[in-house]
């Protein structure tokens, strides 16, 4: 399998926590590394290294309540 990265956008507030969404992608299975681009009092941009098809990963994310939506030709975390 291939590697392909998707860059997300997570918008912080006290409902959802980073550190919580990290426990949750790492429980993927094509889920092979994560990195943090930017991280600020708003949000946070990750990356996301994976194995596997986009709409797979996109799948998996959903199976662990990770909702994503593209927006400006941007993914960000709606739901968490």
Do not use: S, Y
């Given at each position: 399998?291939?590697?392909?990265?998707i860059n997300v956008q997570l918008n912080l507030n006290k409902e959802n926590n980073?550190?919580?969404l990290n426990s949750k992608i790492k429980k993927i299975d094509l889920v092979?590394?994560?990195f943090v681009l930017e991280f600020n009092k708003?949000?946070?941009n990750i990356k996301i290294k994976y194995l596997g098809k986009l709409e797979k990963m996109i799948?998996?994310?959903k199976k662990e309540n990770i909702i994503l939506?593209?927006?400006?030709?941007?993914?960000i975390i709606k739901n968490l």
């Open positions: 399998r291939t590697p392909a990265f980073f550190f919580f092979e590394d994560i708003d949000h946070v799948n998996q994310l939506q593209l927006v400006n030709d941007e993914w």
